[in-house]
C-alpha cells in the first residue's frame, strides 16, 4: 500500500552528508509535513509512495540546505560601506558611529530581509545570528521561512537597542521566552565577547541559556589582540578564562577561535562548544588563521560562517566552504586536509551540531526536518562531471559550483525558492528600500567627514573642548639662566613636572581644517624613568585669533581630548596629507606671577634639531582677559632673563616647516 | 561634425582602470574598428560621435576585461578528476598518466574551447596559457575570438607532443613564426620550470623569446621543495640562477614566485619580469603564500592568475581577484594592504603589464583595443550601493560582484557576449563532447585503479619485473656460530654486505592484490656509517607457489623496481588499508655453494622484537631448477650449524601478525 506524502523528489544524485556519507544515483526524497519520511535509490521509493507533488530533478544534486554558521544578517544594509580598513577603525571609526545613527527595528527588519532573500538563493536554510533588536530578526527570518538560532547581544557599553547591559539581558529574557519552540527559531542570547562584556554578564548570560535549555552565542578569540589582552589582565589564555567564569554551562556556540592553543582546542572539544569558522572574515580583518585542521582531527564541531556582509562582504556559503577547505590546506602546508568532503560537511552536518541543532538538520535523514536544496551541476563551470569514486560529487560541489547553480530550496517542509524565483520575499521592493538607506547613511558619512572636527566628533566617546591661549616664546642657548632666574621671589612653583614629548602633527589638504596634534606625553621622574605615560587629541585652528604687543600671540585650539586610540588609528582615520613629527624634552613650570598663573616651558628639541627654547602660556577666556595676561606674560618672559626682541612668533611646527 | 564610430556606450559607471583610476559616471566609451577612440562623461562624448550601434548601460559597470595572467586551459577536461591529494601524487599519480593516454591536438581543441566558454562567461578578455600541442590552444582561441598569451611548453622528458625537448624547441619557434603579429594571440615558449627543464633548454628558450621578441611563460619558485632542492644542486636561489642563464634577457611571465626572498623580488622588478600571482592554486596545492603584497610595494607588474582548472577548479577570475585582496592581507596580518583597486589593478593594467601586452589591452584608455565588460551590480549579493567615496565602486566589483553579474563582453572591438549569450561558441555540443571525454577518463582509470599492479605501471618510469626465489628459514639464538659456519671450505664467499633495513608492508582489502612492499636499504660501512640509502618497491604475490620437503618454499614476486618516490607518495597513491613496519639488521652474504649461487641472510631485528633468523636464498627461472635449488638450500642451512627442525614456513609479515 502506498503512503501518502507532500512531496517525492527523484531522479537526484541524493548527498545525504549524513555520518555514513550515503549517496544514491539515481536517488529519492521523500517528504512529509515538514520532515523527511524516506531516502534512498529511487527503485526501493518509487512505487512506495502517493505524492501530493513529485519532483523530477533531472540529474540535479539533491542535499542538505547549507548552515550558515556565524553571522549579522541585518549588517548587509552596510556591506560595502567601508573596506580595507584595519578592525579598529573599520569598528569604531565607522561601523559604531553608522550603528548608533541607524540602527533600528526598521533597519533590522529589512537588513534581515535583504540578507534572507540572499541567503536562499545561495542554497542556505539555516543560519547562526546575533545583531541588536533580535526579536526583529526573528520575526523577519521566520517571514521569510528560513531557520535560525537568533542571538540577543549583550554589551557592557551602550547599544543601538540598549543603554545598559541590564537592560539588554532583560530583552535577551523576554526573548527567549516569547520564542522558545519555535518550529524555525531558536531564540539565544549573545554575550558579544570577553573583552566586551564583564565577567558578571558572561556569567548572567550562560545562567540564562542554562536556565531555558538555549544555546549561548558568542565571538571568542578572533585576534591576536584578544588573547594577550586577556593573558595581560588575568594572566590566562582566552579559553580557561570563560570556562571559568562557567560560560561553557551552557551550549555554546563560539565564533572565530582563531588564536587558541593545543589545550584550550581540547577544553572546547571536552566541553561541548561549537565552533563557527569565518575564513573570508578571518583574511579579510587580517585576524588571523584558525586551526581548522587541528579542531577537525580533536573532533569538534567545527561549522563555517560568513560573518557578517559588512566584512566578507557577502553571505555566499559556496565561496566561503570553498576557501575553508583550501584555506586549512594552505596553512596546514598539507594538501590533503580538509578534502573536499569534510568541508561540505562543515557546512551542513557538523554546522548543525555546532549550533546544537544536529537532532533536526544538516543532512538528509528520515526524521530531520525537510531543510534541502538543488544544485544543477549542468552549467559550464562545473564541466565535466568525472564518476570514478564518490569524493567526485563532493569536490565538484566544493571546488567547482557556484551559489548561482542553487536552483530550488526548500526549509521545514515549504518552498523558499523554486526555479530561482522566490517564493516570499519580494526583490526589488528589498532592493528599493535597501538603496534608499545607503543615500542616507552616504549622507550621513559625507556631512561628517567634510571637517576633521566632525570626524573627531563622530568617533564619540570624547568631550569637546575648546581652549585659548595667550602665549609667548623666545630661543636661549642657556637653559640654566632660566632656572636660575625662577629662583626669583616675584615667581611662586606651584608645580613641577618633567616631560618627553613626542608630537605627530597631521596636515591636510584644506589647510582650513587646521592641524591635528597627537602628543604622547611621558612624565619622567626624579630618576629619570617614565612614570606615566598620557595621549592627547588637540585640533589646533588654523589661524592666530590675534596678535599683541611684544609678540604675546592669542591662539584657539578647536578640540581638545584625551585620545582613546593610537596613533596608528588616527593616522588610517584621517588619513592626513602629511605630517611632522616632534621630540622634545619639555620642563614645565605651574607658577603663580603677579596673582596669575602661567605654565612657564623648557623646551629642548631631540628631533629635529632646534635647539631650545623659553615660553610662557596662560589660558584665557576673554579678549580683554587675554590682553592683560599678554602684558604680564612678556613682563614675566624678562623676569626669567629672555630678551623680548629674540621672541618667536611662529609654531614649531612653522619653523620645521621652513627648514 | 560628428565622428563615424562602431559602437557607443553610454550610462555606465566607467572604471577606467588607468594609471589614474578616472572613473565617469555617467560615462562612456566609443569604439572604432577593434579599438577604443575615447572615453570620458557621457555628456562630453554624446553628440561628438555617429555610432553605428549605442549601448544603453542601464547604469552598469563598463570596465577593462579581466586578465587571467597564469593558465592551462585544456586542463579544464581534466578539472575534478582529482582533488585534496599532495602535488606529487596529484601530479604522477594521475595528471600524467591520464595527459600521457589522452592529450592530443582534439583533447587541447576541446579543452580551449570549453575554457574560453567558461572565461568569457566570467568576463575574462585575455589569458596566459602554458600547455602541449599549444598552436591548436592558439587556433580555438582566435576562433573563441579572446585574446591570449600563447606559450609552447617545453620539458626535460618526453611529453605528449614531443619526445624530446629538441622537437618542442622546434615546434616552439614554428609556432612563434606563424602567428606572430597575430591581432588576437601572441605566441609565447614556455619552459615549464627550472626543475623540469635542464639549463640549456632555459637558454635556448630565452635565445628563441629574444629573436623574435616575444615573451616567455615559464613557472618559477612555486614550491619550498623546488627552492631547497635548487639551492642543494646549485648553491643558488632560484632567481640568481635563472638570471645567471640568462633566462631574464627575455621579456618574462613567471608564474608563482612563491617562495621568493626580499633580494630575489628586487631582481624580478629590475628585469622588469612579470609575475603571475595564482592565490587558489597556491592554497589548494599547499604550495605557500606568495609575498604580494611586498612585490606590489616594489613595483613588480604582479598579475592574477587562476592556474589550471585541474587545481582550482575554475577559471573564475571575480573568486580569484578577491581571494588574492583577502589573502594577503591575512598573510601580510595587515588589513589595508591589497585594497580592492589594487587587487583589480592587478587583474587589469598589471595584469596586461606582466604578460608585456600592456600597450594592447588591460584598461580603458584612447589607443587601447576595445576589450571590455559590462558587470551588472543590480542583483542582490551586490546591494547596496554606497556612493561616499570612490573606493566604494571597487570594493563593490572585488568584495560582492559574482562572475555571473557580467552580462556583455567584447574583445577587440567583437562581441562575445550579448547578456550573457556566447556568439563565438555552442555550450551544449562543448559540454556534450566534454562528458564523452570525462566517461573515457573514468573508464581509462577504474580499469587501471582495479590493480595494485596496474597502478603500478600506470605511474610510469619504471620497469616491470618478475621474480622467483626458493627460501628456507630458520630461527636462531646464536649468530656467532652462524658466523664461523660460514668458514667452511665448502662455501665460497663471494662478496659481503651490511645493511640495515626499513620495510613497510602496504595490505588492501582485496588479498587478492598481493602486499606491496617498500624497502629503504640502508648500506653500513666498515664503520658502522650509512654509506648509501637505496629504496625499492616489491609487489609480493598473495600466495606461495609451492612448498618442497623440508619446509623450503617457491615465492614469486609480481613487481620489483627502484622506488622513485617517497613512501609517503605510494601510502598516499595506494591508499592501503593497513601496514606492516619492520626494522632490521642485516648481514648479507653471497656465497657459492656447490656451484649454485645463494644468498645467506643473518636477519636481527630491531622492530619489532622477533629475535634472529637465518635465512638461505636463491632466485630461481623453472620449476626443476627450484626443486633443485631447494635441496641444496636445506643441505646449506644444516651446514651453517642450523637444526631444518627449527625451519620457519611463516613470512615475517605473518609472523607479526600473528603476534
Redesign the interface.
Known amino acids: 500500500m502506498e503512503t501518502a506524502i507532500d512531496t517525492l523528489f527523484t531522479n537526484a544524485l541524493v548527498l545525504c552528508m549524513d555520518d555514513d556519507l550515503n549517496q544514491y544515483e539515481s536517488g529519492a526524497v521523500a517528504v512529509k509535513g515538514d520532515s523527511i519520511v524516506a531516502v534512498g535509490p529511487e527503485a526501493e521509493l518509487n512505487g512506495a509512495y502517493q505524492a501530493r507533488e513529485t519532483i523530477d530533478c533531472q540529474g540535479k544534486v539533491l542535499m542538505p540546505g547549507l548552515i550558515n554558521a556565524h553571522t549579522h544578517v541585518p549588517m548587509t ?1 552596510l ?3 567601508a ?5 579598529d577603525v ?1 569598528l569604531m571609526g565607522y561601523m559604531m558611529p553608522v550603528e548608533r545613527e541607524f540602527v533600528s527595528p526598521e533597519f533590522v527588519r529589512l537588513g534581515t530581509q ?1 540578507a534572507c ?2 541567503l536562499i ?2 542554497g542556505v536554510t539555516t543560519f547562526a545570528d546575533m545583531y541588536y533588536f533580535e526579536e526583529d530578526v526573528a520575526k523577519a527570518t521566520a517571514q521569510a521561512g528560513l531557520r535560525a538560532l537568533c542571538a540577543q547581544t549583550v554589551l557592557k557599553f551602550p547599544s543601538p537597542d540598549a543603554e545598559t547591559y541590564e537592560d539588554s539581558l532583560a530583552m535577551a529574557r523576554d526573548f527567549i521566552q516569547r520564542w522558545k519552540g519555535h518550529e524555525l527559531i531558536v531564540p539565544s542570547v549573545a554575550p558579544h565577547a570577553p573583552y566586551t562584556c564583564t565577567d558578571e554578564i558572561l556569567r548572567a548570560a550562560a545562567e540564562l541559556a542554562v536556565e531555558f535549555d538555549v544555546p549561548l552565542h558568542t565571538h571568542l578569540a578572533e585576534t591576536l589582540q584578544e588573547r594577550e589582552t586577556m593573558r595581560n589582565e588575568t594572566g590566562m589564555p582566552v579559553i580557561p578564562y570563560v570556562k571559568k567564569l562557567g560560560l561553557f554551562d551552557a551550549k555554546v556556540l563560539a565564533a572565530h577561535c582563531v588564536h587558541v592553543d593545543l589545550g584550550e582546542m581540547r577544553t572546547l572539544h571536552k566541553a561541548g562548544v561549537g565552533v563557527a569558522h569565518n575564513p ?1 572574515s ?8 584558525a586551526p581548522v585542521s587541528k579542531m577537525r582531527e580533536l573532533g569538534i564541531n567545527v561549522g563555517i560562517g560568513t560573518d557578517g556582509s559588512a566584512s ?5 556559503m559556496f ?1 566561503e566552504v ?2 575553508a ?3 586549512a ?2 596553512v ?5 586536509v580538509v ?2 568532503v569534510e568541508a561540505l560537511s562543515m557546512a551542513t552536518r557538523l554546522g548543525a551540531r555546532a549550533l546544537h541543532i544536529g537532532r533536526l538538520t544538516g543532512s538528509l535523514e528520515v526524521g530531520k526536518r525537510a531543510d534541502m536544496i538543488l544544485v544543477d551541476t ?1 552549467p ?2 562545473n ?6 569514486n564518490v ?2 560529487a563532493y ?2 560541489i566544493v ?2 559550483a ?3 547553480d542553487v536552483t530550488d530550496v526548500m526549509v521545514n517542509g515549504k518552498w523558499l525558492m523554486r526555479e530561482r524565483v522566490l517564493q516570499t520575499l519580494d ?1 526589488v521592493s ?2 528599493k528600500q ?2 534608499e ?2 543615500r542616507r ?2 549622507a550621513f ?2 556631512e561628517r ?1 567634510q571637517s576633521v572636527l566632525s570626524k573627531l566628533i563622530a568617533l564619540g566617546g570624547s568631550s569637546e573642548q575648546e581652549s585659548f591661549e595667550v602665549q609667548v616664546k623666545v630661543k636661549i642657548q642657556d637653559l640654566e639662566t632660566v632656572r636660575d632666574a625662577l629662583d626669583n621671589p616675584a615667581i611662586e612653583i606651584i608645580r613641577f613636572k618633567n616631560y618627553h614629548q613626542y608630537d605627530n602633527y597631521f596636515y591636510f589638504e584644506d589647510h582650513k581644517q587646521g592641524r591635528l596634534r597627537f602628543r604622547e606625553d611621558d612624565l619622567i621622574d626624579s630618576k629619570g624613568n617614565v612614570a606615566s605615560v598620557r595621549s592627547r587629541l588637540t585640533l589646533i585652528g588654523p589661524s592666530r585669533e590675534e596678535h599683541f604687543d611684544q609678540d604675546v600671540l592669542l591662539s584657539r585650539s578647536r578640540f581638545l581630548a584625551p585620545a582613546a586610540h593610537t596613533l596608528r588609528f588616527y593616522r ?1 582615520y584621517f588619513k592626513p596629507q602629511s605630517e611632522i613629527v616632534i621630540e622634545k624634552k619639555r620642563l614645565r613650570w605651574l607658577v603663580n606671577f603677579k596673582k596669575t598663573e602661567f605654565f612657564v616651558n623648557l623646551d629642548h628639541f631631540e628631533k629635529p634639531d632646534l635647539g631650545s627654547f623659553l615660553e610662557v602660556k596662560s589660558t584665557t577666556w576673554s579678549r580683554k582677559d587675554a590682553k592683560k595676561k599678554a602684558l604680564l606674560a612678556a613682563e614675566l618672559i624678562t623676569l626669567l632673563g629672555a630678551s623680548i626682541k629674540d621672541t618667536v612668533t611662529k609654531d614649531y611646527t612653522e619653523i620645521i616647516e621652513e627648514k
Not at 573596506?83 to 578592525?87: E, G, P
Not at 566578507?312 to 555566499?316: I, K, P, R
Request: overall charge negative; charged content about 30%; aromatic content about 6%.
Open positions: 544594509l556591506r560595502g560601506l573596506d580595507d580598513l584595519r578592525l573599520w535583504l532573500a540572499e538563493k545561495t573570508t578571518n583574511l579579510k580583518l587580517a585576524s588571523g588563521f566578507n562582504n557577502d553571505l555566499d565561496e570553498r576557501l577547505a583550501i584555506l590546506k594552505g596546514s602546508e598539507d594538501p590533503t578534502p573536499a549542468s559550464l563551470h564541466a565535466p562531471r568525472f564518476q570514478r569524493d567526485n569536490a565538484q571546488y567547482a557556484k551559489s548561482s526583490e528589498l532592493l535597501a538603496n538607506y545607503a547613511i552616504d558619512l559625507i567627514e588610517e
